[in-house]
């Protein structure tokens, strides 16, 4: 089975802190890392590849220094990594990256292309099923098991709100999944030191030949009309009281909004 | 595709089991108060079978008019015949912009049908504005937020119709506005509906959590109160307030993801939140500072949590929780 | 430091610090504790080929080299020095020895198992009477048609009781005393090897330290490591290997205390600021800090010298000696640093300053160090 998995670098976000003066994001000096739901798209490629053979080949859209995330990718047991990397790229929406993932990928053939949920940077969990209509093949998002494979057909769970249906797909089909789909694996000391230092493809648009009205800033759809830090406005001024007291104050609050319960 | 002047906001409309989706209605009334002062129409758009009493709930709470495909194999939703459908839909009516609740299924069918009509599509949106900016008349200027909800960004689409978004429920109030009359209007779709996709089982939640997003009373527990989780339990059991938790707490794996309240987790607004032991970050603040009533117990003063709360007390979470449980059971014992 | 390492170094340490703080760390309170061997931790750890690290990838191993071993080491002993010895003792004392004088019959045999981690290696060399004079030793291999019996006993044996495979130092030439000395692999389930009392130590308490008995036990000649009575310089070499394991567990301990100590004194508060915030207490961290990063080049260098081929008996003795001093000294400011609470078992440091002593001891002693130093200072005079 070949399986591709969308994998995308960001940053840590839990480190991300704003500027209280200007309300910008201070990103300088914030770790990156691979984008969590997206580890747990590659272990659930290396355990398919396990039990089924074939290859998992990983694609990420980014700078060039997404290699080095690559190379950790690698370092898993990946087998083929692909950098997609192009001025002409930056600032694309997720309508124009998936655009251009799709495009790297319909120059392979794959059984089964897996992608995180969402970045855990723009949380959108658009790309991946935007990347199945560009393929023209069938999705299903929030998958968080594999129930089983056969020759032709993928047996999934996907999870909702109020409950999780057992669905089934034929190949070729995109998924996204939820990080508990499976624990990542750590990266393996044999391939540390025998897989990681591979080449990683890299692929410009003279490679992929998109048209240049399709990309960057001026080939999203949609634009950033304006960012800022959400600022909290003051309600109370908190007290400090005994505890008795406090235990008396919240009493009378939930009374007064009917918050006790009928038997009170 | 490209539309040069489309029209209305259409929203999709979930629903199973004849339940309509409150998310679905949460953007009907919003959509209807943005556009009250215009002459662009609220147009519900429903896969399925359309009753009496799902046509008068859709009327009640804002639509104008509802198109509806009664079409046996959308009937129940399937991401790729919906999304055949709708694409249809589109392109027959060409909406301005295009609504759906941001839930599972909004999130898995949006992206695709914006991929197809070549469009804008805005993810898990917490605000709605009119735009009216530089000639984008009755556009809308969608803001969500970023970077685990640090940040927000307002998101418009200027050059491509429909403008797209999945919204965040809970984040709306539905109310019912009693539109005189919604009228109907019926769609029949050429396309062929072919999706690959089967159903197998459908496996409800072991236990129902019943879904914070609709609690009217939370009580919420976070790191400073780790060590006396089973106190903040006994709390909510006792009011019958569903359990809520930062996402420290749950990130250690002490708490269920499912009572995440926050940015990455679910957006509550109960008549009452009671946080105990939260700081009160932006990730937290932000899921429920729409709260009606917040109270909240901290032992550090200038825990940002304050500045949401309407009863904000410095102090021992424990300790305070010791006396208030002391209280509830007392007055609960017959 | 950093700046000396390439890049499958750099994931090495990015990985094993990923895998401490989630598997390691959150253990190591109650292996402590419970004097409880990780067994669970050693499996995830052969998951990751990480018993496997320095060895060529002939028979399994990762195709690393020593640097990336004392990273390894290092970074998990600074949550858990149990689980850093558990990886050092059976790298350095079991499994390089064969993958350096086993013969091909006997790397087939064994190095797959020790390398996946599929069996755990150890070393029987101390004696109750042999300790720092390792020519002192007692166990006698008795030579017959076809094979050894083997008879007497080891204590203070890392991984005891525990491991699958031990390697063991026995006298073939009693007389002789350390030029009689030859080294067998004796499997853990040979009838009449068996492990005795587990003590019950200071620190490294989730390490299993045991005594083992041979009580007639044969071993095949297939299985005498080297050459008969050539024993003595291989312990030594082993020792000079194990030397950087070691050195590598007392950097970790020393930068796992110093971290717990610039957070403790950012955090705790006394006449209205911070502690960090009084001299006394920043002089110290700094003091700290400096002696563990001239711990680090010592033990990188060694490593280094280890990994070129080039002598480096004398500049892993320096490592263990300088890195084993400096963690004593280090953990018990980092305790002194936290004031009571540091010398309650609440807090992590308690147990790190018990973990450190051992450092000063194994592998050959802090007096055993300046005797191997000291002869390689001759030795070069001499030269």
């Given at each position: 089975m070949n399986i591709a998995v969308l994998v995308k670098q960001v940053p840590n976000t839990t480190e991300i802190k704003v500027?209280?003066?200007?309300?910008?994001?201070?990103?300088?000096?914030i770790p990156t890392i691979i984008n969590p739901d997206d580890l747990s798209a590659v272990e659930v490629a290396l355990k398919l590849k396990a039990t089924h053979g074939g290859k998992v080949h990983v694609f990420t859209m980014g700078p060039k220094s997404a290699e080095s995330m690559l190379r950790e990718l690698y370092a898993r047991g990946v087998d083929d990594a692909t950098l997609l990397c192009d001025?002409?790229?930056?600032?694309?929406d997720t309508w124009s990256t998936s655009l251009v993932l799709s495009t790297a990928l319909k120059r392979h053939r794959f059984d089964l292309v897996i992608a995180g949920r969402?970045?855990?940077?723009?949380?959108?969990?658009q790309v991946g099923p935007q990347v199945a209509e560009f393929l023209g093949i069938p999705h299903i998002s929030?998958?968080?098991?594999?129930r089983g494979v056969d020759a032709t057909h993928c047996f999934l769970r996907k999870k909702e709100e109020k409950q999780s249906m057992h669905l089934k797909c034929p190949f070729p089909l995109l998924i996204t999944v939820l990080d508990g789909i499976a624990k990542p694996r750590y990266m393996n000391m044999t391939h540390i030191f025998n897989n990681a230092s591979r080449d990683v493809e890299i692929l410009d648009n003279d490679a992929?030949?998109?048209?240049?009205?399709?990309?960057g800033i001026k080939g999203s759809?949609?634009?950033?009309?304006k960012t800022y830090a959400k600022s909290i406005t003051k309600k109370t001024t908190a007290e400090s009281l005994a505890p008795e007291d406090a235990a008396e104050r919240i009493l009378a609050v939930l009374r007064e909004k009917g918050g006790m319960p009928d038997a009170l | 595709m490209r539309y040069d002047d489309g029209k209305d906001c259409f929203i999709y409309i979930q629903h199973e089991h004849g339940v309509i989706e409150n998310g679905s209605l949460e953007l009907i009334t919003k959509a209807k108060e943005l556009l009250s002062?215009?002459?662009e129409n609220v147009v519900a758009v429903l896969l399925g079978t359309l009753d009496q009493n799902t046509h008068d709930t859709l009327a009640d709470y804002g639509a104008d008019a509802i198109i509806v495909c009664e079409h046996p194999d959308v009937s129940a939703y399937d991401c790729l015949n919906h999304a055949a459908v709708l694409t249809e839909i589109i392109e027959t009516h060409h909406p301005k912009s295009f609504l759906f609740p941001g839930t599972v299924r909004g999130r898995e069918l949006a992206p695709r049908i914006s991929a197809r009509v070549h469009t804008g599509l805005t993810a898990d949106a917490t605000r709605i504005e009119l735009d009216?900016?530089?000639?984008?008349?009755?556009?809308l200027a969608i803001t969500r937020p970023a970077f685990g909800g640090n940040l927000f960004a307002t998101i418009i689409t200027?050059?491509?119709?429909?403008?797209m978004a999945t919204i965040r429920p809970g984040v709306f109030e539905m109310k019912k506005?009693?539109?005189?009359y919604a009228k109907r209007i019926d769609h029949t779709t050429d396309v062929?509906?072919?999706?690959?996709i089967e159903i197998e089982a459908i496996i409800p939640k072991e236990?129902?959590?019943?879904?914070i997003a609709d609690a009217k009373l939370i009580v919420s527990a976070g790191r400073g109160v780790k060590d006396c989780l089973d106190m903040v339990q006994h709390v909510a059991k006792t009011l019958n307030a569903e359990l809520g938790a930062s996402r420290a707490l749950v990130d250690d794996g002490v708490?269920?993801?499912?009572s995440q309240v926050g940015q990455t987790g679910s957006t509550v607004r109960p008549l009452l939140y009671m946080a105990c032991g939260?700081?009160?970050?932006l990730q937290h603040t932000a899921g429920m500072?729409?709260?009606e009533t917040i109270i909240a117990i901290n032992n550090?003063?200038?825990?940002?949590i304050f500045d949401v709360a309407d009863l904000g007390i410095i102090g021992d979470a424990k300790e305070i929780l010791t006396h208030l449980m002391r209280r509830l059971d007392v007055s609960n014992t017959p | 430091m950093d700046h000396l390492l390439n890049d499958q170094h750099k994931l090495v340490q990015k990985t094993l610090r990923d895998f401490t703080a989630n598997e390691v760390k959150p253990l190591a309170k109650a292996i402590d504790e419970g004097e409880r061997f990780p067994r669970e931790t050693v499996s995830k750890m052969a998951e990751m080929n990480l018993f496997g690290l320095?060895?060529?990838?002939?028979?399994?191993?990762?195709?690393?080299?020593t640097v990336s071993y004392a990273i390894a080491v290092l970074e998990l002993s600074k949550a858990c020095a149990t689980t850093g010895v558990i990886l050092s003792a059976h790298v350095s004392l079991c499994a390089a020895p064969i993958a350096t004088w086993g013969n091909d019959a006997q790397k087939e045999a064994y190095l797959p198992g020790l390398l996946s981690g599929a069996s755990l290696g150890a070393f029987g060399l101390t004696e109750p009477n042999a300790g720092?004079?390792?020519?002192?030793?007692k166990t006698v291999a008795t030579e017959h048609d076809d094979h050894f019996v083997l008879n007497g006993n080891k204590i203070f044996i890392t991984n005891a009781g525990e491991a699958d495979l031990y390697i063991i130092s026995a006298l073939?030439?009693?007389?002789?005393?350390?030029?009689g000395i030859s080294l067998f692999i004796v499997e853990?389930?040979?009838?009449?090897f068996s492990v005795g009392k587990k003590e019950m130590k200071l620190?490294?308490?989730g390490s299993s330290t045991r005594e083992l008995i041979l009580d007639n036990v044969t071993v095949p000649k297939?299985?005498?490591?080297?050459?008969?009575?050539?024993?003595f310089a291989m312990i030594m070499e082993i020792l000079s290997g194990g030397r950087i394991g070691i050195a590598a567990q007392a950097v970790g301990i020393t930068e796992g205390a110093i971290e717990e100590a610039l957070r403790y004194t950012s955090e705790r508060k006394q006449f209205g600021k911070p502690?960090?915030?009084f001299q006394n207490t920043q002089f110290m961290l700094a003091e700290m800090e400096t002696k563990k990063e001239a711990a680090k080049q010592l033990l990188f260098k060694a490593a280094r010298y280890k990994d070129q081929g080039r002598p480096y008996a004398k500049e892993a003795a320096m490592a263990k000696l300088y890195a084993g001093n400096t963690t004593t000294e280090v953990t018990q400011q980092a305790v002194q640093l936290f004031g009571g609470y540091g010398y309650t078992?609440?807090?992590d440091v308690e147990r790190m300053m018990r973990d450190a002593k051992i450092t000063e001891i194994y592998e050959g002693t802090n007096e055993a160090q300046k005797m191997v130093i000291a002869n390689m200072m001759m030795k070069e005079g001499a030269a």
């Open positions: 500027d209280k003066e200007t309300g910008a994001l201070i990103r300088k000096g001025k002409a790229f930056a600032g694309s969402q970045a855990i940077d723009g949380d959108t969990a929030y998958v968080d098991e594999i992929l030949a998109i048209e240049k009205a399709d990309l759809p949609t634009k950033v009309k | 002062d215009t002459e009216n900016d530089e000639g984008q008349t009755h556009s200027p050059d491509h119709v429909p403008q506005v009693n539109t005189p062929e509906l072919k999706s690959p236990n129902d959590n019943a879904s708490v269920a993801k499912l939260i700081s009160g970050a500072d729409k709260s550090d003063p200038a825990a940002p | 320095p060895f060529d990838t002939a028979y399994g191993g990762a195709g690393g080299d720092t004079d390792a020519g002192a030793q073939t030439n009693p007389d002789a005393r350390h030029r853990a389930d040979t009838p009449g620190g490294i308490r297939a299985n005498l490591l080297g050459k008969r009575d050539k024993g502690i960090i915030s078992r609440e807090y």
